[in-house]
Structure formats: C-alpha cells, structure tokens
C-alpha cells in the first residue's frame, strides 16, 4: 500500500541545534516533493519544494534533500529559533495529475 | 489578493443534519483541493478540481460527501447527513499549476453532536 511516513513523536531541541526531520514514502513515484509549516489553528504554509531530478534545495535557514533511490526526503533547519517551534509536513505531488497528498506531520519543539 | 477563503470558520450541528462548507480559492488558479483533518488520520486528501473539474474524490469517504465546483471562484463541500465521526478541521486549497505550491484557507472546525 502506498504511504508517506513522517515521525509521529515530536522533536524537542536547543535553540541554536540543528534541526533534522524526516519524511519516508513507499508505492510512490513522486515528480515533486513539498514541506510545509502548520501552527495550530491554522492551515499549511508552505515552505520549500523539490523536484525529482533535484538532490538539495536552500532557503535562508532551511535545506531539503531528496533521495529518490532511498525513497527519502529530510528537512532541516539550521540555528533553530523558539519560533521555528511548529509542525512540519511533507507532501508528494504523485500522479500525472498534480494530487498532493500529505504526511501525517511531525511537531518540532526548540527550547530556549 | 486576499488568499484562500472558507467559511464559516466554524459549525455545530447535530447529528444528521446537512452542513455546506465553501471555498473561495485565489484568482487564476487551476486546481482546488479539499482535505479534512484529525488527530488520528491527519491531513487526508478528499477531492480536487483542475479547472473545475472534478479529477479524483478517491478519497471522500462515503456518499454522504459530495462537492462541486460551479464556477473557478467557488466550491462547496456538502455532507448529508452528518455523523458525529465527521468532526473534524476541513481545509481547501488552490494552487497554480501542477507541483506548485498550495495555498490553504484557514479551515472550517466541524463539530457534529
């Protein structure tokens, strides 16, 4: 069965620490891979996307990596702030037919 | 532009009653999604549009769901009847092409007592 797994228990971390989460799919054959930042009560943000044929992508403070052998993306976040405390969800655009389609998220916690 | 419009923000009803839920998505995009999300499932994918066209609702749960897409600036998620299960955060979403980033309302909080 197809599945996108990311991990269900939050990741606490210092402030300053580099930040590493993980997003693993199975039965899937992604064009495009997304990250997105939810805070609570409100929608998905999006925050980066990578394509198939792309190994790492950079913005400011945050890396992708997608490892298309592996069947895995990983995020991070380096120098993380308090105010990256949030959760993170992966997303695969899968299909000819641009259906994104979510992980289950992971909450990161940074503590001062 | 404003972004992604739902309303209302939030709806109690009762148990077997109709609920509409509507979407306003960002002008001159192509596709609309759908999702609900809980604790236990997280964000699942419902339906989407591609020019208001309805391209997959491999995900609406049962018949009691359905949505429409009547014109590119407007959807409705409709559920009849309601079940307390149902309870839930729905999301819409538009985006402008394909692999391009979603944009999402802030939600509609449905509660079914």
């Known amino acids: 069965s197809q599945k996108i797994e990311q991990n269900s228990e939050a990741l606490n971390i210092q402030e300053g620490k580099t930040a590493t989460l993980t997003c693993n799919y199975t039965n899937y054959s992604p064009a495009y891979l997304q990250w997105y930042r939810q805070d609570p009560g409100r929608g998905p943000v999006f925050l980066l996307l990578i394509r198939e044929n792309e190994k790492e992508k950079r913005k400011e403070r945050l890396k992708v990596t997608f490892d298309t052998t592996l069947k895995q993306s990983l995020f991070h976040i380096t120098a993380s702030q308090p105010a990256d405390s949030a959760t993170y969800l992966c997303?695969?655009?899968?299909?000819?037919?641009?259906?994104?389609?979510f992980g289950a998220g992971t909450r990161l916690a940074v503590h001062p | 532009d404003a972004g992604v419009i739902q309303s209302p923000r939030h709806e109690v009803t009762e148990m077997g009653q109709e609920v509409t839920l509507r979407c306003k998505p960002i002008s001159g995009h192509d596709y609309l999604f759908w999702y609900r999300q809980t604790m236990m499932r997280g964000l699942e994918l419902l339906i989407y549009f591609n020019n208001n066209v309805p391209i997959d609702d491999s995900g609406m749960p049962e018949d009691r769901f359905s949505a429409k897409m009547p014109n590119a600036s407007f959807s409705t998620l409709k559920i009849q009847p309601s079940e307390p299960r149902d309870s839930a955060v729905y999301f819409c979403?538009?985006?402008?092409?394909?692999?391009?980033?979603?944009?999402f309302g802030q939600g509609t909080r449905l509660t079914v007592v």
């Open positions: 979403a538009s985006s402008s092409g394909e692999g391009t980033e979603a944009f």
């Open positions: 997303a695969l655009v899968s299909g000819g037919y641009n259906k994104l389609i």
